[in-house]
C-alpha cells in the first residue's frame, strides 16, 4: 500500500459570481414563486453588467448569459421580491406601480 506524502488536492473555491449564478439557476428551476406572478426575464444576451444596463435601464445585471432585473428581493426594495430575475413590486393602487404597469390584488402587473 503506497502512502500519500504530499498535499491532498482540495477542491477549488467557487467564484462569489458563479455560486449566485448556480444558486440563482437552482431557483429557478424549482418553479415561479407563484404561479402568474412574475414576468419572465427579457431574453438579452449579454457578457457584463455594463451591457446590461445600455441595453434596457430596468436590466441591470448579467446573470448566466442573461440580462436580469434582480438578483435577490433585497435589491427590489422592501415588501418586494425578485422572482425569475424581475422584481414583483408590491402595491396599494397604481400610483406604487411603473408607469406601464397596473395594480392588480396587491401585485404591479403589465399592462
Request: charged share 25%; aromatic share 0%.
Amino acid at each position: 500500500m503506497t502512502k500519500r506524502t504530499g498535499p491532498a488536492s482540495l477542491p477549488r473555491p467557487i467564484a462569489p459570481l458563479a455560486a449566485l449564478a448556480a444558486l440563482a439557476a437552482l431557483a429557478a428551476s424549482a418553479g415561479p414563486a407563484a404561479a402568474g406572478c412574475a414576468p419572465q426575464p427579457q431574453n438579452t444576451p449579454c457578457s457584463s453588467d455594463a451591457e446590461c444596463r445600455r441595453l434596457d435601464e430596468d436590466l441591470k445585471y448579467c446573470l448566466s448569459s442573461t440580462c436580469v432585473e434582480c438578483l435577490s428581493s433585497a435589491i427590489c426594495g422592501a415588501g418586494n421580491e425578485c422572482a425569475d430575475g424581475r422584481c414583483v413590486l408590491r402595491c396599494q393602487d397604481a400610483r406604487d406601480c411603473r408607469s406601464d404597469q397596473l395594480c392588480r390584488d396587491g401585485t404591479c402587473e403589465d399592462r
